[in-house]
């Protein structure tokens, strides 16, 4: 039994021209811009989270972890900006440190 061919349904000229689109660049600039807020925000997040390790270092303890070796405690934290060759970050999170008080004997 032979079988019938499907006829296409767009025209040939309607697919040459499709395919010879190409898809919309941003502009240079655009591009350039949107990489250094990309690696802006990279950069960000590894200065926030070497200084979440340095403070665990120097307490002696990870968060919420309570231990005889602790030499502080976490006192919230503060933002500042930074200035970098990379472009200036706003907001970055610089955790607080209260020392431990040693009580004094007769105080």
Known sequence: ????????????SEVSTQESSSPVLPEQEEFRQHLRRLAVSAVQVLIEQVMREELEQCIGASWGECTPNRRGYRNGSYTRDLV?????IEDLKVRRRSRRRVSQPGV
């Open 84 to 88: 970098t060759s990379t472009g200036r």
């Open 1 to 12: 039994m032979p079988v019938s061919k499907k006829k296409p349904t767009t025209l040939a």
